[in-house]
Antibody
């Protein structure tokens, strides 16, 4: 079955960078876009960006432009999200989620289990 | 930027009742809208996409309707497991946007 397994929780200080990974299995990795969405504690969902695993092309929400980088490793069916210049308000659960269809739709299904990033001095 | 506004923020109902959740877009999204359910401590789950198509495995009591700027998620008869937070989502110009969510709680 399709599965997305994310890396574990991270604790960082303000100004640090963090890398979160998302390993895909159960389908052809290059055929489906992968998205990143975050959720601050007790808050709603916020779309971060998307990567095409086939060629590495990306699109980012304007809010994160210049601080976020999405990359992929086809040999391990893994995508990575790097977020730099961390602030306390970056504390959130970060989810990866696969596009529902091979012709990208931006409908997200399934989702990874989430990775909590805590930014605190 | 197209803003999605959900209403109400919280909806209190009893099992067996009908739930109607609303999502309004600031600009037309045609039928490019999805709904997600999120239970405490869990990842979101896709319920409805393209405004009215049920995702795989979603019970028939969930239905979506609307087009343009006004959309509705209806749960025909609430089951205990339906009490959760619901989000709508739009996609446009290679960007995704979520509504702020509606919390459906047991009355």
């Amino acid at each position: 079955q399709v599965q997305l397994v994310q890396s574990g929780p991270e604790v960082k200080e303000p100004g640090d960078s963090v890398r979160i990974s998302c390993k895909a299995s159960g389908y052809t990795f290059s055929s489906y876009y992968l998205h990143w969405v975050r959720q601050a504690p007790g808050q709603g969902l916020e779309w971060v960006g998307v990567i095409n695993p086939s060629d590495g092309s990306v699109s980012y929400a304007q809010k994160f432009q210049g601080r976020v980088t999405l990359t992929r490793s086809p040999s391990t069916s893994t995508v990575h999200m790097d977020l730099s210049s961390l602030r306390s308000d970056d504390t959130a659960v970060y989810y990866c989620a696969r596009d529902l269809t091979a012709v990208t739709s931006f409908w997200l299904d399934p989702w990874g289990q989430g990775a909590l990033v805590t930014v605190s001095s | 930027e197209n803003v999605l506004t959900q209403s109400p923020d919280t909806l209190s109902l009893s099992p067996g009742e009908r739930a109607t959740l609303s999502c309004r877009a600031s600009e037309t999204v045609y039928t490019s809208l999805a709904w997600y359910q999120q239970k405490p401590g869990q990842s979101p789950r896709l319920l409805i996409f393209d405004a009215s198509r049920r995702a795989s495995g979603i019970p028939a009591r969930f239905s979506g309707s609307g087009s343009g700027t006004d959309f509705t998620l209806t749960i025909s008869s609430l089951e205990p497991e339906d009490f959760a937070v619901y989000f709508c989502q739009h996609r446009s110009n290679w960007l995704g946007t979520f509504g702020q969510g509606t919390r459906l709680e047991i009355k």
